[in-house]
Antibody, heavy 120, light 108 residues
Framework: QVQLQESGPGLVKPSETLSLTCTVSGDSISSNYWSWIRQPPGKGLEWIAYINYSGSTNYNPSLESRVTISVDTPKKYFSLKLTTVTAADTAVYYC??????????????WGQGTLVTVSS | SPELTQAPSVSVSPGQRARITCSGHALPEQYACWYQQKPGQAPVLVIYQDSERPSGIPERFSGSSSGTKATLTISGVQAEDEADYYCQSIDSSGTYVVFGGGTKLTVL
């Protein structure tokens, strides 16, 4: 059974960097794609980025200038960094396993999500 | 304008059929998928590749797509199906993942 678990600070100060890690179990991180998706309180889902084991990435254009996604294949985790955060970045952050094949892109396993609040 | 558009809410009585639609100009070229999200929980994939159902998803969930519209159909709606439903596809450039705004399904 594939399982993903997010970890990281639940509170980040404005203008600082949000850093999260997703640990993968039950699957090889060397297959599929791995993604971050967020959901502001009471709002819809927003895709942030995805990466594969070789480091090939794809970023949401609206966030690309502030986001870095990386993968550590031997250690079976991938990470998210979001710089210069504001209150608008307050959200539940989910990590997910992605299937990316041509015109098919979807997420079949998700972590439970972690709430990150941006506040001083 | 958003890449994918969903109605904010749909209501249906138990046992009836619910149809949730998602409109997008890129849908003729890109597959759509659907997620169910219950309060306080992570989304769950219920339909991928327009009409495929993942293992463990009840048969009452089905999907279709025609032209610029994708549809999630829940036949014989149950109280447990009350949730937010999100469509997801790829943008018109064929590069980026996009989500619809979500539809809240209320079971009366």
């Amino acid at each position: 059974q594939v399982q993903l678990q997010e970890s990281g600070p639940g509170l980040v100060k404005p203008s600082e960097t949000l850093s999260l890690t997703c640990t993968v179990s039950g699957d090889s991180i060397s297959s599929n794609y791995w993604s971050w998706i967020r959901q502001p309180p009471g709002k819809g889902l927003e895709w942030i980025a995805y990466i594969n084991y070789s480091g090939s990435t794809n970023y949401n254009p609206s966030l690309e200038s502030r986001v870095t996604i990386s993968v550590d294949t031997p250690k079976k985790y991938f990470s998210l960094k979001l710089t210069t955060v504001t209150a608008a970045d307050t959200a539940v952050y989910y990590c997910a396993r992605g299937v990316v094949k041509g015109n098919r892109k979807f997420f079949d396993y998700w972590g439970q999500g972690t709430l990150v609040t941006v506040s001083s | 304008s958003p890449e994918l558009t969903q109605a904010p809410s749909v209501s249906v009585s138990p046992g009836q059929r619910a149809r949730i639609t998602c409109s997008g100009h890129a849908l003729p070229e890109q597959y759509a998928c659907w997620y169910q999200q219950k309060p306080g929980q992570a989304p769950v994939l219920v339909i991928y590749q327009d009409s495929e159902r993942p293992s463990g998803i009840p048969e009452r969930f089905s999907g279709s797509s025609s032209g610029t519209k994708a549809t999630l159909t829940i036949s014989g709606v149950q109280a447990e199906d009350e949730a937010d439903y999100y469509c997801q596809s790829i943008d018109s450039s064929g590069t980026y993942v996009v989500f619809g705004g979500g539809t809240k399904l209320t079971v009366l």
